[in-house]
């Protein structure tokens, strides 16, 4: 039988696990050895390909759906870090408020002067800082924050 099977395999291109021998013909299965006598069974139906197996989409679009409704977004399913998911204005926004806000209050405590302010604003502005402890640190270093 492993030689029908084989041979069928090849006229039907498929696996041999796919090929199928009806069950009540086995005695005419085993007297064809030729691919002549094979494909004369195939043309009768007596043997037959089973049909391919799928990967069913029912999982998937279950998640789609979920994603749809801003499911599935926690930390554990997130790659990449916040930056690389967020907008980049909100991002430039938000440091940029900071920074501002900082040395606002700054300049209201009368800790720096005037033209020291235009100049961290105007670099802050620029985008030259990374973040408002990176402004303190340069302040610091440039010796224009007044100590109480």
């Not at 090929?19 to 494909?39: C, G, N, P, Y």
């Not at 037959?48 to 409704?69: D, E, F, T």
Request: aromatic share 8%; proline share 2%.
């Amino acid at each position: 039988m492993n030689l029908q099977k084989r041979l069928a395999s090849q006229l039907l291109k498929c696996s041999p696990q796919r090929v199928i021998f009806d069950e009540s013909k086995l005695t005419e299965i085993k007297e064809a050895i030729t691919k002549f006598d094979i494909r004369g069974l195939i043309n009768r139906k007596i043997i037959k390909k089973r049909p391919v197996q799928g990967i069913s989409q029912v999982r998937a679009r279950k998640i789609k759906i979920q994603k749809k409704r801003e499911r599935r977004k926690s930390a554990g399913s997130r790659k990449g870090r916040f930056s690389a998911r967020a907008n980049p204005k909100f991002i430039w926004m938000n440091t940029a408020r900071s920074q501002r806000s900082f040395l606002k209050k700054l300049k209201s405590k009368g800790l720096i002067s005037t033209e020291h302010f235009r100049t961290l604003y105007s670099k802050s502005k620029g985008g030259f800082f990374r973040s408002v402890q990176h402004l303190k640190l340069f302040a610091n270093e440039q010796g224009w924050i007044k100590k109480k």
